[in-house]
């Protein structure tokens, strides 16, 4: 998920703060699901919308354009007014990366042409680093000097004990709102939502990290439909979860324990026959999983 912030005058980005007018806030060129969770800009809102990274961009690419984080937010009759810095160890994107773009962060047709504040459910690092913007050893810098330390985790002893009740590692794919939504609900709660892109590399790999975070005493998968998949010949596919998904939740199973992960479905999406033994859980509109949630971790040991 990023802002994306397009400014008719190409000096708006040497100037702080911006003021942008309440019709155009986070509502065009918006998915609709996206504009109705942040329509009243209420604390919690705005707390999500400032930890998004943002692209500040002037109409039609009249200028470079920047990366960076909204640091304030004030609600008006008629507009909203935005404090915001520029990222410095990320670099300024040349004239023309945002046109070169327009497939992968959603831009519409004639976006780049009309000033307003989007919000797009798009990995924009990952898309930067792709393209070449950027690269992968300045996000990891950027990102560790925006979080806090890794905090100190004990190690897991095996079923029977030492498991750490504090905290609760969360298994993503692309759905970004599905992702806010089980983070707000673990943080309700007054547990620590663990989830790996926002913990510190230190130099460690993807499965490094995954073994360094995940001792805790429960796991929360999210199966969202975000990738398609079919048999060799299929004329058609199914929605499934990402593979990463799917790879963590068979680890967490082994490091954790069955009765300790929780897969949360999201639409139609297939389930791997191989751990079909595990209990999944309906994600509703309704948040009755939210209830559903609470149950297993309170077998697994938690109090909420």
Known sequence: MFNLLIS????TWNLSPYECDKSRAVVEYTA????????????????????FPTLFVTENEATESRVGYITNIRVRNKSVVLDYEFDQILPALPIGAIEAMRVDIDLGDWELSRTHWAVKDEPIFDILVRHGYITQQQVEAAQQIRSP???????VQ???GGFNNSQVFIVHGHD?????????????????????????????????KIEHYSNVGFGVVLYT?????SKVGALSGKFRARQNVVFEHGYLIGKLGR???????????????DISGVLYVSMDTTGSWQEQLKVEMRSAGYHV
């Open 176 to 208: 970004e709102i599905a992702k806010l939504d089980v983070e707000k609900f673990i943080t309700s709660l007054g547990l620590q939502p663990i989830i790996l892109h926002k913990q510190a590399s230190s130099g460690m790999t993807i499965i490094e």
């Open 225 to 229: 439909p975000c990738d398609v998949g």
């Open 32 to 51: 609709d699901e996206i504009s109705e969770r942040y329509k009243f800009f209420d604390e919690n809102e705005i707390e999500e919308l400032k930890s």
């Open 259 to 273: 009765p300790r992960v929780t897969a949360l479905v999201k639409g139609d999406v297939e389930t791997p026959n």
């Open 158 to 160: 095996g079923l029977g």
């Open 8 to 11: 008719y005058n190409p000096e």
């Open 149 to 155: 330390e890794p905090p100190v985790i004990p190690p």
